[in-house]
C-alpha cells in the first residue's frame, strides 16, 4: 500500500521560511506528477499549489510563484516545497499528492496533511 507522510509545518512568523516533506513508501519514480494542495480552515475546497512531473518541469499557482518551490530527492523518495516571504494567507493544511496511471486508470494518492500557521 502506497503511503505518503508529510512533515515540516508549524508555526511562523510572516516572513518567515518553512519547508514541507512528504516521504513516500515507494519508489516515487512510480507517479507521474507528485505536488503540494492546502486548504484554508474557510475554504471548503484544497488549493492547488504547486506540482512536479515526472520529467521535472514545474508549475505554481500564482500567488506562491516566486516565494515557493517545489523539488524531489529521488533516491529518498521524498517531495519538498520549500516556502519562503510567507503571508498570513498562506496559513492552511498542506497535502501532498502523487498520481499514477492515466485515464481510466488514473489514482491520486494524499497524504494526512501537515498544517502551516504564519501568525506574528
Known amino acids: 500500500q502506497v503511503r505518503l507522510v508529510e512533515s515540516g509545518g508549524g508555526l511562523v512568523q510572516p516572513g518567515g521560511t518553512l519547508r514541507l516533506s512528504c516521504a513516500a513508501s515507494t519508489s516515487i519514480f512510480n507517479f507521474n506528477k507528485m505536488g503540494w494542495y492546502r486548504q484554508a480552515p474557510e475554504k471548503k475546497k484544497r488549493e492547488s499549489v504547486a506540482?512536479?512531473?515526472?520529467?521535472?518541469?514545474?508549475n505554481y499557482t500564482g500567488s506562491v510563484q516566486g516565494r515557493f518551490a517545489i523539488s524531489r530527492d529521488d533516491n529518498a523518495n521524498t517531495l519538498y516545497l520549500q516556502m519562503s516571504n510567507l503571508e498570513p494567507e498562506d496559513t492552511a493544511m498542506y497535502y501532498c499528492?502523487?498520481?499514477?496511471?492515466?485515464?481510466?486508470?488514473?489514482?491520486?494518492?494524499w497524504g494526512q496533511g501537515t498544517q502551516v500557521t504564519v501568525s506574528s
Open positions: 506540482a512536479i512531473n515526472h520529467d521535472g518541469s514545474t
Open positions: 499528492h502523487g498520481d499514477t496511471g492515466e485515464g481510466q486508470r488514473a489514482f491520486r494518492y
